[in-house]
């Protein structure tokens, strides 16, 4: 739009002097038109800001490293009164406390779909907010800005490393969910102490068929439980802590490592909650199939990354839902051993998202040093 107002001041210039030193019938009609063209130019504009119309849809969700689509529809009448119309939006990331302003032109102004791709660095859940409407006049000198409360939000998942077998070493024998969940493959099925209803969730070799058809309804069959340990996986968001700062790229590594082991342990039957801290809450999400597995990630992408508390494990600590848990993988950018002292009655795994990789155990806790560039592979060699 700049160069066609150039080139207009350059027309306007050249027939105003041309009419200066000819002064005729002919170049004041050239010189009225162009001093009338951009007013009838602005006026058409004022009349299609009554009527346009817009809307705004985002992909629900994508993964990391994809392609999140914006689907955008515009329309004016009459068309004719309007060149294009361009579009501001704030990409707005809640969880890192990031927006970026990306502007799309769009030219078809009969209300048709247009996709235009949007790839974000961070994980997340994203708010789209069209921040303005810039309306251009067909001859392109003048435009007019109206704003349009149109939003759309969608999430950005970890990347998830679908193939990671975790070792849960000492408690490769034990179940999860206590004296009513299903041993785990190769624990001992033989003794069934109960029947009770189906529940969504329970695998197909727990289904009591000739009951199921007695009845009429579903059943499950109850096996004994060898243990009674419950996993939690618990998620810090922390940017900073104990004298360190944690970058963008640990902070994603957090998500990474979280959600794939969730990801490991439900495809291998563990029963177990994803937990985390939103402004000092501890919140939790069981996750026991693929279903409340999508549920949890998309409530994982809710928290924000905070500035940092040094006492969450304490207020944790004194929380009836934390005595439950008797296994605590703790996922952060930094670790500090004090911090468990307050969790007596778990088994503490720490895992620290930076750039070294090794494993350490100190006053009854094991940690693991991961590296946030080469998550797939460290994992791969871990003995959670």
Not at 120 to 143: E, H, N, P, Q
Not at 199 to 228: C, M, Q, R, Y
Not at 243 to 257: C, F, H, I, P, R
């Amino acid at each position: 739009m700049a160069a066609k107002r150039v080139i207009y001041i350059i027309m306007l210039l050249t027939v105003s002097a041309a009419f200066v030193f000819v002064n005729n019938e002919i170049t004041l009609f050239f010189l009225v038109c162009l001093l009338a063209f951009p007013h009838i130019s602005l006026v058409m504009i004022l009349l299609a800001c009554k009527s346009v119309r817009f809307d705004l849809a985002v992909r629900d969700s994508c993964i990391r490293g994809g392609t999140l689509q914006l689907t955008m529809r515009a329309s004016v009448k009459p068309r004719f009164f309007v060149g294009c119309i361009k579009v501001t939006v704030a990409i707005e990331n809640t969880t890192f406390h990031k927006t970026e302003y990306k502007s799309f032109i769009i030219k078809d102004l009969s209300y048709a779909s247009h996709v235009f791709d949007y790839n974000g660095a961070d994980s997340g859940r994203i708010c789209v907010k069209c921040d303005a409407i810039k309306l251009i006049g067909v001859f392109g000198i003048f435009s007019v800005k109206m704003r349009c409360p149109v939003f759309a939000e969608a999430i950005v998942s970890p990347m998830l490393y679908e193939d990671v077998a975790v070792n849960m070493g000492e408690n490769g024998s034990d179940t999860v969910f206590g004296d009513t969940a299903l041993p785990k493959k190769g624990g001992d099925i033989t003794e069934v102490f109960n029947v009770r209803d189906y529940a969504p969730g329970d695998p197909p070799n727990a289904v009591h068929w000739k009951l199921s058809g007695k009845f009429g309804i579903l059943k499950s069959k109850e096996f004994g439980a060898t243990d009674d340990r419950r996993t939690l996986i618990l998620v810090d968001m922390s940017r900073n802590k104990f004298g360190t700062s944690a970058t963008d790229e640990q902070l994603n590594g957090v998500l990474d490592v979280a959600v794939s082991i969730s990801n490991a342990l439900k495809t291998t039957g563990y029963f177990h909650s994803v937990g985390w801290f939103d402004d000092g809450v501890f919140e939790s999400s069981e996750v026991v199939d693929s279903d409340t597995f999508v549920r949890t990630v998309g409530k994982l992408m809710s928290v924000k990354v905070n500035n940092g508390n040094e006492e969450n494990m304490f207020y944790l600590s004194r929380t009836a839902a934390c005595a439950v848990f008797t296994k605590i993988i703790f996922v952060s950018s930094v670790v500090n051993y004090e911090e468990f002292k307050e969790v007596a009655n778990a088994e503490i795994t720490a895992i620290e998202v930076g750039n070294g990789f090794g494993q350490a155990n100190d006053q009854g806790v094991r940690v693991i040093n991961i590296p946030y560039d080469n998550i797939h592979d460290a994992l791969m060699a871990c003995n959670i």
